[in-house]
């Protein structure tokens, strides 16, 4: 190879690293061990991990039935997406983390029914603060921050229910095809998880994310969740779990 070759793949060997794992806190729990707590304990505001606790208030207050349809236009309101999803079910809007999905089927649901699930899932009370329901809906809102321990547990809790069918038909589908699809490609660990992403603001656009899930999805044995410091879910979150994940002999 020349020099001037070399140089070339050099640089964009570097440009096109991803940002590893000081940017990123791992842990997990070994559900047979009691929930066992392993790895680094991060927090802040949960974005669309928040989905799970909001779909769950939607079933349980009968706010919507589960085949319910929205249809995304990609904007509602002041909340958008990134396309446009159409005409889709709950399910749906959790796998491809549906923004305006949640805008429109919030509408029908009080602040208390919402507050009800997040206390169902992190043993911890949701205040009102003022500002739209949507906020708090879409883990927007600095009330809905947990730490990695909390959201491990709220999987937990998913994972070893024989309930929650929707969140779990959800969660399969944001990796087989929505947003966690580069996490397992070849689904090697059977997967189920959903993403999040923040924007913190600081000098300028600062984005940080989440990505959260159990494995195998039938059975689980082990829950993980990673915050990445910098960056999307796509950018950050899913490359530095993909590396944590494959980087371990789990079985
Ligand atoms: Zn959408």
């Keep these: 190879m020349r020099r001037r070759e070399f140089l070339f793949w050099l640089s964009a060997f570097y440009l096109n690293l991803p940002v590893w794992a000081k940017d990123g806190q791992f842990a997990w729990l070994d559900l047979a061990q009691t929930n066992k707590f392993y790895g680094e304990n991060a927090f802040g505001r949960i974005g669309s991990l928040a989905k799970l606790i909001t779909a769950t208030a939607l079933l349980q207050t009968k706010a919507i039935s589960s085949e319910q349809i929205f249809e995304c236009r ?36 009080s602040f208390e029914g919402l507050a009800t699930s997040f206390q169902q899932f992190t043993k911890q009370s949701l205040k009102f603060s003022g500002g739209q329901i949507q906020d708090y809906a879409l883990g ?23 309930n929650y069918l929707v969140l779990k038909q959800g969660l399969k589908l944001a990796v087989r095809q929505g947003t966690a699809k580069n996490l397992d490609r070849a689904n090697i660990l059977d997967i189920s998880a959903k993403t999040g992403t923040i924007t913190e603001a600081k000098d300028g656009p600062h984005f940080e994310s989440w990505v959260a899930g159990y494995f195998p999805s039938e059975n689980p044995k082990y829950c993980f969740c990673l915050k990445a410091k910098n960056g999307t879910s796509q950018e950050s979150a899913i490359p530095l779990a993909h590396h944590e994940l494959f980087s371990r002999k789990w079985f």
């Excluded at 547990?153 to 024989?162: E, K, L, P, V």
Aim: aromatic share 10%.
């Design 74 to 109: 990609q904007t509602y309101k002041n909340y958008n997406c990134q396309i446009a999803h159409g005409k889709i079910n709950l399910e749906q809007a959790i796998g491809f983390s549906c923004n305006v999905y949640f805008a429109q089927a919030v509408c029908k649901l």
């Design 140 to 162: 927007l809102h600095k009330n809905l921050s947990l730490n990695s321990s909390q959201i491990l547990q709220m999987f937990a809790m998913i994972a070893r229910s024989n």
